[in-house]
């Protein structure tokens, strides 16, 4: 099958990566559009040889998109279009229907409580949601959470398909060549004990817990690998909590790998993930990751635990911020005992191997396929 991705834009980030692992594994041929930004990953996804389409949108609400995206639909006979994230959707959707595309999917990757890609939804928002919803086929939950939010939003149970992200395990091996090259290249010290996170620096991902928390441990380095609006007040905490010189801002990086070498203990604070691929990461790159919430794992350990069964590394944080910094100190301690040692990779890692996410994508997309030559089929019967 002929397949577009409609994607929003192709910075550095979850969605973005996620759309990257899965083009390498679909037994199909694949195209991308990014209506904005195409950034690095766009990059990285024509150096695997896929054919990457540029539309410059002005701003979200660029009517001119349509056209465009309906000519490039039409023109390149594509019998699946596969949107992601909010604009793309809402976009993509409609363009396709124009277009009179066979199989319309999306997938839905970032819908938390009461907020869509780090912003706060309206009632406007989920309007358009739920209209542009109709006009495809399936929509792709990337965890039972998502799904829930989905369905609340009005999405029909039959209309969801749960397909949780995937994660080639390969690709965060450690190297101690990289947390080498990476510590000196942002100025830390190869003795230090570093804490890190990863993820969009906006206030949903509470990173300014890690840095009051961080305020309490002494001598330890915290790094945070990302960009976004929340930088510069995260600066100030970090120079309010007397911290300023032990908090480190690496900016976007096109692949997490390197930075997460760079690290002793991965924290992800925030309490609005609606997957948590970056704890994963960190789990395959043998760091005890604590975090707030994580979908995948949450849905594996049950009431009251601190984590899944078949995942020692990692470890669930208390509802509480004040407890954080008592956790890291734990967690610190624990590193001392295994003499800054690496975990072994845990075998949760595994159950989202990217394999299972493109085979699962494989077969939806060819059972709509399907269905939808079986109601053509019988419209002219």
């Not at 149970?157 to 990476?182: C, K, Y």
């Not at 690496?342 to 990217?354: G, S, Y």
Request: proline share 6%; charged share 25%; hydrophobic share 45%.
């Amino acid at each position: 099958m002929r397949v577009l991705h409609v994607i929003t834009g192709l910075n550095a980030g979850g969605a973005e990566h996620q759309l990257r692992v899965l083009l390498r594994r679909l037994p199909h041929d694949c195209e991308v559009v990014t209506l904005s930004n195409p950034g690095p990953v766009a990059e990285a996804i024509r150096a695997d040889g896929t054919t990457v389409h540029e539309l410059t949108m002005k701003h979200n609400h660029d009517l001119t998109a349509l056209p465009k995206l309906r000519r490039l639909m039409r023109d390149g006979r594509y019998d699946v279009v596969h949107t992601h994230l909010y604009r793309a959707c809402l976009f993509g959707r409609v363009a396709a229907r124009l277009a009179g595309v066979p199989t319309i999917v999306a997938t839905e990757h970032s819908l938390g409580h009461g907020v869509i890609e780090g912003r706060r939804t309206s009632v406007g928002v989920r309007l358009l949601y739920r209209l542009t919803e109709r006009l495809g086929h399936t929509t792709v939950a990337v965890s039972d959470a998502v799904a829930g939010r989905l369905r609340a939003w009005g999405v029909r149970e039959d209309r969801i398909a749960v397909v949780p992200n995937g994660i080639d395990a390969s690709e965060f091996t450690f190297d101690p060549r990289l947390r080498w090259a990476a510590r000196t290249r942002l100025g830390i010290a190869q003795d230090a004990v570093v804490i890190g996170g990863v993820g969009r620096l906006e206030p949903t991902k509470h990173f300014d817990r890690l840095i009051r928390a961080v305020a309490e441990v002494p001598g330890v380095t915290l790094l945070l690998v990302g960009h976004g609006p929340a930088r510069e007040a995260l600066e100030q905490v970090a120079d309010l909590h007397g911290v300023a010189d032990r908090v480190v801002f690496a900016g976007a990086v096109g692949h997490a790998r390197e930075m997460l070498c760079a690290m002793d203990v991965f924290a992800s604070p925030s309490d609005s993930e609606t997957f948590g691929l970056a704890v994963l990461e960190a789990l395959a790159c043998g760091l005890p990751a604590l975090y707030a919430v994580c979908p995948p794992l949450d849905e594996l350990t049950s009431p009251g635990g601190h984590g899944p069964p078949d995942a020692p590394g990692a470890r669930r944080l208390s509802a509480y911020p004040e407890a954080l910094p008592r956790t890291l100190r734990a967690e610190l301690a624990c590193l001392t005992e295994r003499r800054g040692g690496r975990l072994p990779i845990p075998d949760v890692v595994a159950r989202f191997d990217t394999g299972r996410l493109a085979a699962s994508i494989d077969l939806l997309y060819r059972r709509l396929a399907g269905h939808t030559l079986q109601h053509v089929e019988g419209a002219h019967g």
